[in-house]
């Protein structure tokens, strides 16, 4: 198996930033802003994978996560082990490892990430979830 390499400082900074956001928007009383920082994050035909294996689309998700502000109150997200798989003018490819901290349970799933880069950023394209076992 080939060793990935290590991240650039860019897409390190944009996963740790996107976790940031999704634990503030599912562990505290934030505003809609932070919902819409999350959602301007990720690419319109965005895809994921999650940690049981259903698949979701971008509209499922942010359906989802419009009824979850604050439904973890004291959430927060790890990031670390950011590792780049692929990394070309216009996409990159990275893995890392999310621990979640909440109301003294601590869970971790290690991710994939396809992220675009655009005229305006990186944006989110998709993401494979599977929960790390213990």
């Known amino acids: 198996m080939a060793r990935a390499r290590l991240v650039s400082a860019d897409l390190a900074a944009e996963v740790e930033r996107v976790h940031r956001l999704l634990a503030e928007w599912l562990g505290t009383d934030c505003g809609p802003a932070v919902l819409e920082a ?6 319109d035909d965005f895809t994921m994978i999650t940690t049981d294996g259903r698949p979701m689309a971008v509209e499922d998700l942010f359906g ?8 973890a109150p004291g959430l927060t997200i790890e990031v670390d082990e950011i590792t780049t798989a ?3 003018a216009d996409f990159a490819v990275v893995h890392f490892r999310e621990t979640h901290h909440h109301e003294g349970t601590t ?3 290690r991710t994939t990430a396809v992220l675009r880069r655009t005229g305006e950023g990186l944006r989110w394209q998709h993401l ?7």
């Open 38 to 43: 999350l959602r301007a994050a990720h690419a």
């Open 107 to 109: 869970t971790r799933r």
């Open 86 to 88: 692929a990394d070309a």
């Open 64 to 71: 989802a996560l419009a009824g979850a502000r604050n439904a």
């Open 128 to 134: 494979h979830e599977t929960a790390e076992a213990d």
